[in-house]
């Protein structure tokens, strides 16, 4: 076997805190194997099994369930606070070892932290089942795709709830369609067309005025 763990998985196995392996690193007692350019630490687990005397673990229990909750906006934070409660009762309702991640930008931006993240952990076979409130808290458009890659790593999803009976919805949605909006200025506004500027007047007052 010769599996990368993340350091949260190396200190669970040695049954440690996380701090207690940053302080090992700089002392020069244990350090990670790699290293990446942002700073992710990474354990080769064959090395660090031997160290805790423990028997290797099966891959599937080193993989464990990630709750995903996100917002679009600051002005939005307590609605972020309610998904990220109504995803740890679940997960402890059903006895689940589980990671809560939280992002705070558009359902249109594929490049938010805690997305770039979760795709990252499903890669990494980490992930044995994502929980969702609603599919849109994952990507407004594109998220059958992250479903697609869950289905491939044989990760579980779960989505709370179906519908879109939640609060901020259409002001949720209404940020979205601006952003589309905007992107789409840009380009037109780059042919200097009176037209195309008065057009795209048009569609942002009509979706400010939907907010």
Not at 54 to 71: F, I, M, N, Q
Not at 150 to 163: D, S, T, W
Not at 169 to 191: M, N, P, Q
Request: aromatic share 6%; with cysteine.
């Amino acid at each position: 076997m010769n599996k990368i763990i993340s350091i949260g998985k190396a200190a669970e196995i040695l049954g440690v805190h996380v701090q207690t392996l940053r302080n090992w690193e700089k002392s020069g007692k244990l350090k990670p194997d790699s290293i990446s350019p942002g700073g992710t630490r990474r354990y080769n687990l064959d090395r660090i099994v031997a160290i805790s005397g423990k028997e290797v673990p099966s891959e599937a229990d080193l993989r464990y369930t990630v709750a995903y909750a996100r917002v679009s906006s600051h002005d939005q934070k307590d609605d972020l606070r309610r998904q990220a409660q109504v995803l740890e009762l679940f997960c402890a309702e059903h006895g689940y070892k589980y990671e809560l991640i939280t992002d705070l930008g558009s359902g249109m931006n594929y490049y938010k932290k805690g997305l770039t993240g979760l795709i990252r952990k499903i890669l990494n076979n980490e992930v044995k089942r994502l929980v969702l409130t609603h599919k849109d808290r994952l990507l407004r458009f594109g998220a059958e795709l992250i479903f697609s890659i869950c289905e491939a790593k044989g990760v579980e999803v779960v989505i709370i709830n179906r519908g879109d009976d939640r609060p901020n919805f259409e002001e949720d949605l209404a940020k979205d369609v601006l952003e589309i909006i905007t992107v789409f200025s840009a380009r037109l506004y780059g042919s200097r067309s009176k037209k195309n500027k008065k057009l795209i007047e048009r569609l942002k007052e009509a979706a400010e005025t939907d907010r």
